[in-house]
């Protein structure tokens, strides 16, 4: 199925989930461990469709989901197709029944507590040093490339964060190679920021704020603050 655009998604009125990264986030509140096991046994009632798209994982009083399909298709200004890891209609259709499943089980969403974590490094040779990264970061040299059109490192079990590269010249040295990116809920980018500042963190650069804000510590490391503001609820 074709990947969906920001503004698709956006008007799906998907008010328990938010678009981070690739895919749609959830976190549904649960009393006890038993309600959360309670829930995600109810969604895998659904049938086997749900499996190929849905990641759980089940904490202290939380259920956090993760919906994203493997075949999304996207094509590139040449009309070339690409099959990416991205969010499509059966994602959409999952997170409406996924979000009746937990009003039937008086589960309650708090979607702006979902975040993601990426990194990204900056290099002239990917494809070279890709191997290397997708070898440390989870074992598995498959893991370059894996849903991406890049060399981007992803792990087809989401147990670390994905590692992208970024373009830089065979002689630059640069200050901070490695770059850390927090994606989180339109609603709380600002607060995120403002608590990073009353701490001793700097703003570097809001000129694109709220989709990206660059946030400095004590030391000059900096990260960037992400929002997918395409795919942001209407107010």
Known sequence: MDMLTGDEIARAGLT???KLAQGLHARYLTADFDTGVRFVAALGAVG???GDHLSVSIGAGHVDLRLMSDDAVFRDDEGTEHVVQWVTQRDVDLARRISEIAAEHGVDAHPTAVGVIELGLDTARSGTIAPV???LLTGDSEAQGHGSPSDEVRDA?????NLWFGSSGEQETAGQRLHVEVYVAPEVAEQRVAAAVAVGGTVVDDSDAPGITVVADQDGN????CVDVSAAPPD
């Open 16 to 18: 328990d989930w938010r």
């Open 48 to 50: 086997d469709p749900i």
């Open 133 to 135: 990264w997708a070898a």
């Open 157 to 161: 079990t989401g147990r670390v964060p």
């Open 222 to 225: 900096t990260a960037t603050v």
